[in-house]
T-cell receptor, first 117, second 112 residues
Framework: SAVISQKPSRDICQRGTSLTIQCQVD?????MFWYRQQPGQSLTLIAT?????????ESGFVIDKFPISRPNLTFSTLTVSNMSPEDSSIYLC??????????????FGQGTRLTVV | KNEVEQSPQNLTAQEGEFITINCSYS?????LHWLQQHPGGGIVSLFM???GKKKHGRLIATINIQEKHSSLHITASHPRDSAVYIC??????????????FGKGTRLHILP
């Protein structure tokens, strides 16, 4: 199994500023993902973080708003840029490790609760 | 219709009661996860299942692949079990990355 350390666990930020969330995995993983959970909603995929290349964003999410880095196979960051109160959510990273055909394990960070005031 | 449905959405019970939370899904999966989200937002992975049953302390998770259904049980519930419990399925996609689909969660409140 793998362990993901996500930081910060929570933050309160001023509108117009940016926050970078980090996820560190204790072993090399194939895929890393970033999710958002708006109040009262389920977790929704923002993007897939690809090592050495640009992230792949889901419909409704753009790189200018949520730039992602993945410099190596154990680390990724998500930045929430030019924040507004509507960005107040829980942000979660997860990773996957392929163990064989149709056999992939998933691991989850602890989540970051962001409040924008 | 959501691909992952949980029931009930909210559950209040007395301390000591046996709790069951259900998850039904409509996609093919390779695994199913149960997550616990604490009131502060922190998320803990409880189980990953691909078949059968797993037990950890007072928590039991079962899955029936044919019926596309999983249950999370809590025996001898305690106020510290109060949290949101989230079902997430691991859905393989041909020629693409696997996808994780989350349910909306079940908010559990255990009264002392």
């Amino acid at each position: 199994s793998a362990v993901i350390s996500q930081k910060p666990s929570r933050d309160i930020c001023q509108r117009g500023t940016s926050l970078t969330i980090q996820c560190q995995v204790d072993s090399q993983v194939t895929m890393m993902f970033w999710y958002r959970q708006q109040p009262g909603q389920s977790l929704t995929l923002i993007a897939t973080a690809n090592q050495g290349s640009e992230a792949t964003y889901e419909s409704g999410f753009v790189i200018d708003k949520f730039p992602i880095s993945r410099p190596n196979l154990t680390f990724s960051t998500l930045t929430v840029s030019n924040m507004s109160p509507e960005d107040s959510s829980i942000y979660l990273c997860s990773s996957m490790k392929r163990k064989g055909f149709m056999n992939t394990e998933a691991f989850f960070g602890q989540g970051t609760r962001l409040t924008v005031v | 219709k959501n691909e992952v449905e949980q029931s009930p959405q909210n559950l209040t019970a007395q301390e000591g009661e046996f709790i069951t939370i259900n998850c039904s899904y409509s996609v093919g999966i390779s695994a199913l996860h149960w997550l616990q989200q604490h009131p502060g937002g922190g998320i803990v992975s409880l189980f990953m299942l691909s078949s059968g049953k797993k037990k950890h302390g007072r928590l039991i998770a079962t899955i029936n692949i044919q019926e596309k259904h999983s249950s999370l049980h809590i025996t001898a519930s305690h106020p510290r079990d109060s949290a949101v419990y989230i079902c997430a399925v691991h859905s393989p996609r041909s020629n693409r990355d696997d996808k994780i689909i989350f349910g909306k969660g079940t908010r559990l409140h255990i009264l002392p």
